[in-house]
């Protein structure tokens, strides 16, 4: 199993443009999360689908933050407009289903946003 | 979901075993302890839970006591590569599928 791929590894961008962010998760996992990790508020979850539907996207900073989910085995988060305090590391996680099963989490998206 | 506390950093020597205390003094019946741990420059990585029997996986050791208000993670031989910051976090059953990390603890093992 490939685990949990998400892609691009690392972004640099400047402020104002679009950022897309992706992720497949393990095959078979129903379960699907967003996580920001930075020096200042640490990990911190942004949103969290099961099913495909979004379930409780209140760690979602602001608008310019958006997350889908079309299918089973792809989702994306998009900034747009980027900005600086963006910048921060970008992991997806996937669990089994609902409950108590544990998360396994992708490499992570570094971004920069200059 | 509760609290927990856990000291900031910790050292062990390689080969010895490493004890990971966590405190979740607030921790309701049906909530489980879990923990993950975060090697530099990856994601988190789980590791073990439990609801209040001592679990054991070929990690680690999970002791909690018996009044749940506390539990120590053990990694029996610790190497070079259990480096890493140690998160321990309390879930309830039937709740939310959030992790909610706090600031961990980084545990250095030195040769």
């Known amino acids: 199993d490939a685990g949990v791929i998400q892609s691009p590894r690392h972004e640099v961008t400047e402020m104002g443009q679009e950022v897309t962010l992706r992720c497949k998760p393990i095959?078979?996992?129903?379960?699907l999360f967003w996580y920001r990790q930075t020096m200042m508020r640490g990990l911190e979850l942004l949103i969290y689908?099961?099913?495909?539907?979004?379930?409780?996207d209140s760690g979602m900073p602001e608008d310019r933050f958006s997350a889908k989910m079309p299918n089973a085995s792809f989702s994306t988060l998009k900034i747009q407009p980027s900005e600086p305090r963006d910048s921060a590391v970008y992991f997806c996680?996937?669990?089994?289903?609902?409950?108590?099963?544990?998360?396994?989490f992708g490499p992570g998206t570094r971004l920069t946003v200059t | 979901d509760a609290k927990t506390t856990q000291p900031t950093s910790m050292d062990c020597a390689e080969g010895r075993a490493a004890n990971l205390p966590c405190n979740h003094s607030t921790i309701s019946g049906n909530e489980y302890v879990y923990w993950y741990r975060q090697i530099h420059s990856q994601g988190p990585q789980y590791i073990i839970h439990g609801l209040k029997n001592n679990e054991t996986n070929e990690m680690a050791s999970l002791i909690i006591t018996e009044d749940r208000k506390s539990s120590t993670l053990i990694l029996p031989h610790a190497t070079l590569r259990d480096t890493a910051v140690y998160y321990c976090i309390v879930r309830a059953q039937g709740g939310s599928e959030k992790l909610v990390f706090g600031k961990g603890t980084k545990l250095t093992v030195n040769p």
């Open positions: 996680a996937s669990s089994l289903d609902r409950g108590l099963n544990e998360q396994y």
């Open positions: 095959s078979g996992h129903n379960s």
């Open positions: 689908f099961n099913n495909n539907v979004p379930i409780d």
